[in-house]
């Protein structure tokens, strides 16, 4: 049976190991409670996405079982509705959070001396936030955007992520195989407001390039990814001719097994994409791979 599981890491050395530790065998959804401190805004924008990077590439799962999340909060408090196993070492059973939740005991790691986080400029934060996409089959790389997305946010302050209607999908590779954008619109604000609570969240349908990005004057800043990034660079050049204030444009990179480039499809050996995703759809034999050709009777 699928299950839901929460993991607490305790000490900033022991991250990576523990999260290659936990296993993945029916594990539907995994909610990542990193070291307090470890998910800091002190570090600065690349720092902190180097980290987020390092922590998505480590629960990676190429079949897209596991929906892994990483909860931007330093508190070790609180359990997810539909949490129902907790990850962790035998003397962290007792813990008040979990203590009603199915123990799954990991191996005990050796923790490596913990390095001094490279000195930056601290995270700037902003009341209003805009970005936009498909987010069609929500994949790893959309997950890294999004969480970056709501770390830039000032608290109590607001994210529109626009999500694209069907107008804008007809340039899309295998558009027709796009999820309904009821299902993506609900799996994108599901996964917001999960990573960070505290944020207002509004998720309106796309059907041109830029959605409130160049109607709202409020918004301060755009999250984009390396790939989208002339399209944030757009924005502003239509706001200025609107005479509406500019917007700073936050690149998020990839992710890899090393937490920066990009992370490869293991399978086919091409970058992680929703188009890539479709395109294995696509392939799937829907007769689940019987053999129709005809033989002969012996």
């Known amino acids: 049976a699928m299950h839901r599981g929460i993991l607490f890491v305790r000490y900033r050395e022991s991250v990576q190991h523990k999260l290659a530790a936990v296993p993945r065998a029916g594990l539907a959804r995994l909610y990542i409670h990193l070291p307090p401190g470890y998910v800091s805004y002190e570090v600065g924008l690349q720092e902190l996405q180097a980290r987020l990077a390092a922590a998505y590439a480590a629960v990676f799962d190429p079949a897209g079982v596991t929906d892994a999340r990483v909860v931007l909060s330093d508190s070790q408090q609180g359990v997810p509705d539909d949490a129902d196993t907790y990850y962790g070492f035998a003397d962290e059973a007792g813990d008040a959070a979990v203590g009603q939740l199915r123990f799954h005991e990991l191996p005990e790691t050796a923790r490596q001396p913990s390095e001094a986080p490279p000195a930056g400029t601290p995270l700037q934060r902003y009341d209003a936030v805009c970005m936009g996409g498909t987010f069609d089959r929500l994949h790893v790389g959309h997950k890294l955007l999004l969480t970056v997305a709501a770390a830039v946010v000032a608290p109590g302050g607001r994210l529109a992520c626009g999500v694209t209607g069907d107008v804008m999908l007809k340039e899309k590779t295998l558009g027709e195989l796009v999820e309904p954008q009821g299902i993506r619109i609900a ?106 050709s005809r033989k002969r009777a012996p």
């Open 187 to 292: 799996r994108v604000l599901h996964f917001l407001r999960s990573v960070r609570p505290d944020v207002t969240y509004d998720c309106p349908s796309l059907s041109d390039p830029f959605g409130p990005s160049i109607t709202d004057p409020a918004l301060l800043a755009i999250v984009v990814s390396e790939e989208t990034r002339a399209g944030g660079a757009k924005c502003n050049e239509v706001r200025a001719e609107r005479s509406m204030p500019g917007m700073d444009v936050i690149t998020t990179g990839l992710v890899d097994g090393g937490g920066s480039a990009e992370l490869a499809s293991e399978a086919a050996g091409d970058k992680l994409s929703s188009s890539t995703l479709r395109k294995q759809v696509l392939a799937e034999p829907l007769d689940g791979g019987r053999d129709w």
